[in-house]
């Protein structure tokens, strides 16, 4: 079978990391060229990753021979990228979130499905080897009927305070990964979120705002109860943990550490410190991911994180940013 | 100094254990006189235990030459006991709750300040010295500010159904222990409580009107959040543990286990289970509580739990109740 | 069935853990007379422990009315006593070692064999929860054929020089523990052992002769190699795993801590130290183990560490000890 | 800088390990040529990697415009390529062991030295970032003065008992990199070797008269003792780990597991397996090793594990052989 021909679009943090990916650790691909509004940078990742070409607009890269995009801009491009990678027949897999506002997100599906190409959304986390555990677990039956989850996710640093501002704010950005994490890890869907929400990190996060520091409680169809806790800064790093408790029993995924010693001391024993952030710890599940976007597309298989699904993971966060304006439990039907 | 003189009441499960921890656990205390209206069950304890006294009534315990009671009978005893042996001089150590009822602690608490006596609550786990270590370490600012407290405390097996009407629910009567360890760890009031509740683990504790599977956010006077999560049946034992997360760093307090060992064969490493329940995994924290109190005493210090920590914790279980009910937060002030 | 009446002779640091277990830990028995030439220390030890008579010679305890002595005298002293006391037709519980020399061990085990009385050797490794759980999963075959055993065993400090030149050595001292525990959970007898020793701690134990380093390698009967690792100062705590590997799996019994807490800050995370020493980490074992001594001569069942036990692992130190001489491996029929 | 120009000689389990760490995993390095006996196989490695030219001999390969060779041909081929390829000018990077015998070794690094290039050994465990981990600790004197190490070496199967006869035994073969790996992490040479095994895993290992379980005592110059656990078949996986204790503290590697998941269920509770061999365990260790190798090389600078290194470990498991064979300890001046 033909290697998949894609092109990537957007060279920050997170393309870089898709770029890499796919130049280093996906088999079947191969990367036809790159976009960035700031050429430099797309001129550098190609020459020094081997790509045959630079985009100069995003419409030339939809004139490329190739057949995906690899979306990584900001989030107020998405839909409008989707959209029109979709009108160009090209496949797509969008970082997320599609975008803030239901609305967009639905045209963008609206016109995925009339082109009749696949939209896959960049929800990592599920395929994390540890996650994936969890999930098979619940999915088996092992811990009997799933009755709490919990979730504990904390950066290791806030973004800028100017960024927080523009993001759609901490749920949409951040938790968002938790919210579908969640759907994805107890394969039933959200019905109702309280959220908790304050600035406890960096008041200007507060004051553009914001919230940094968060508990967020989620009622799933399945009758279980799922909850979330949230900080923009933990000091000793990128705090990931996950717990599915059932009728039959309770899988815990714990955090990865840099390595596993342990010293011994006069005042205590030390161990080593967590991952430091999402690029280390997420390594081995952004390789997964693009492997399965990449295998998706060449088999003509569904892809395992759709538009729908992209949809879904806006709309909790959407109400969890209602419930902390309104101090009550909010219905996803009501946004 | 003399050892100090008392009575143990109520010779049910949890009385045989203040009994035991008495007798063979705690300096400094003679165990006087034992009542129970089981009159068989006291004159079993008094003789296998060398006490050289059986109550008749309460009222003859109290006339009895102890310098303090043990109050181990029902809940709804609680108050009334609380009242005559306040009266009767008496330095009263009671089992939680004090009552169902905010009027009837504080007809309690009146009466003990009344009386110049002292009224220490059975609050245990406050006593384990896993839990100190937390409490220690966010009190001299190990952790910086606090911002998440997160409290899992799940029991292996529920109680009858018919024990679950009776008791005034799982928030009284289990999770009352949770919202006395978070006021305690936390250094801080809890100011709003939101709970969501369900019966997953017997439909029966559901019909009866009660739960048995809940998370429930705390907001704290500091700012903090807290978040607790329970359920009535952990098929692989009594899971109680706790994190405190702050802005310079957190504490994790693990279960505990039967023992130390690991095996590791060809389908995965396997450790011990947890401790089975709370006599197994308190027990130290039993034999630390009832040293607090009979010192306490003894030397004339106010003791660590008191009427009021008794009321508060009983104030967040009703504010989480009404909570349930009208699917909102609910603020302390309410109930 | 009537208590056992028993006397404890000698109060020095393991007279009094033994004496506080029989006193407060220990069902069935009664303290009636303890005796130690420092008469203060005995006076002291019967005051505060309501025992009712204090001796003023070892001979006038066998005079006493009891069933059994506990013997926590000094090793040079103990195999007179033992012998004494079996003549007198009492029962004996003697700390480890029972003598420095085969011959004196052989005298004392015929004169316990001759009066028809039982005695007990204080290995009270035997009876940790932890390493009766390596012993039973040896025995029940859970880990298949053995193959390995090591046993890693660090003292947090050494005792003074002095000690050291007048207590056998590190073999005889503390090794001797290993030794029996290496018996004990293989389930087999010890053959051929090279030790390989130095003195890196305190070069005064060295200059007298002495070790304080080791690494000793231990052939069994069921052709399993063992091997043993010894320090007399780990800065961290007292050092005692055990691991045995065999056809169908591996039990690893780690350390106990003083609690459960992990703190994560900036530098890494940080767990609780080890016990301090053996007062600590063995308490529980100290009391199963002379539960174990009471109910086998109420019982008239065999104690669980025969004197032969006691002579082994005395035969297999000294074993030990020529090694290091010789540079050599040396077969236990050579002591 | 160029990017340095390799060939990889002999494409088994190891050569393949070693040519898809270079082709995917390895910076500033090109494949040019591969050459294997069995010709098909370097064919379908050259069309899968892309790798320009196949050799159709040795010698042929040593006419290319490669800078290095990198030799995964079986043990018995190693010195006389490394002297091959030293006459030919190529650097090297030469599998372990170098030979069976010093005396070959010794030809082997007097030919690299008169050429001028240089000879790196293929030690892949030194450059795991765990260990490296514990290298560090020591050598910046975290632990203090060293006493006591330990390493665990446990294969998950044994190889066929045929290659078991010619690999020179399991001393030369597999725990050749535990004696390189104690060198490596405690920074002193061993100056004698008590070496007891035998053969428990598989009767035809020790028909063919080699061993397949053992414990190696090693004396180091600088006063410390090691001890070496070997087995040829865990059962429940590759088992790696290593301590080393010092005046200071301890530093313990444990080993890695397939994810970090722990299941509580009413048996107890079950973690992860460990990795089922070196290609897991030592996947990123590889990756390092041959980074290593490459930047030596093209930056002119010494390489990390020279023949010298691949000189002793040879002779340490040489002594621990004749240590067996005769039953005593064996000084390494005597091999």
Redesign the interface.
Known sequence: MRNLRVAVVGLGRIGKVHLETLL??TAGVEVISVWDPRSAKAEEAARSGGIPSVGKSFSEILEADVDAVILCSPTDTHTEYVIAAARAGKHIFCEKPLALSLAEIRDAIAAVEAAGVQLMVGYNRRFD??HS??RQ?VETG????P??L?I?S?DPAPPPPEYCAVSGGMFLDMTIHDFDLARYVMGSEVKEV?A???S??DERIGQSGDVD???I?L?FEN?????I?N?R????GY?QRLEV?G??????????R?????????????????HDFFMDRYREAFAVEMGAFVESIRMGREVPVTGHDGLLSVAIALAAKKSVAD???VHIDEV
């Open positions: 280093r650790r080897p540890n555990k969890a677990m092992k811990i009997g009927a009755h709490l919990k504990t904390r309280f908790r929400a304050t406890l990190v520091t968060a508990v409680t009622d009758g279980a109860i799922g909850v806790d900080s800064r933990a000091v000793y705090d408790f009728s039959a029993g309770m899988v815990q995924i714990d955090n990865t840099h390595d596993t010693h342990e010293f011994f001391g006069a005042e205590g024993t030390q161990r080593a410190l967590l101090n009550r439990p």
